[in-house]
């Protein structure tokens, strides 16, 4: 059974930094497209970042510069590191994984989600 655990959100200020992580199991990260989506209150889940099992990345606009999405496939995790948080980096960030070789921003595409780790960004 697939299943992936979120941690690492947390309340920061405007400009600061935090680090996401998604430890996979029952799955190895090298074999899975792995994502990272958000979603504020009120607004539909937005595509973050994306790795292909063969290692290629995606980001969002939104985030293009200042996150960066990574994975230890020795402890079988993945990573989302933020910097230069804004407020409306707010929301509940999600993990999720879905079939190899795929780099996609669709929710649809992918399988498996993790329950979610509040981000909060004060200003």
């Known amino acids: 059974q697939v299943q992936l655990v979120e941690s690492g959100g947390g309340l920061v200020q405007a400009g600061g930094s935090l680090r996401l992580s998604c430890a996979l199991s029952g799955r190895t990260v090298s074999s899975a497209a792995m994502g990272w989506f958000r979603q504020a209150p009120g607004k539909e889940r937005e595509f973050v970042a994306a790795?292909?099992?063969?290692?290629?990345?995606r980001y969002g606009d939104s985030v293009k510069g200042r996150f960066t999405i990574s994975r230890d496939t020795a402890k079988n995790t993945v990573y989302l590191q933020m910097y230069s948080l804004k407020p409306d980096d707010t929301a509940v960030y999600y993990c999720?994984?879905?079939?190899?070789?795929?780099?996609?921003?669709?929710?649809?595409?992918?399988?498996?989600w993790g329950q979610g780790t509040q981000v909060t960004v004060s200003s």
């Open positions: 790795i292909s099992s063969g290692g290629s990345l």
């Open positions: 999720t994984a879905g079939p190899a070789f795929g780099l996609w921003s669709t929710e649809r595409m992918y399988d498996y």
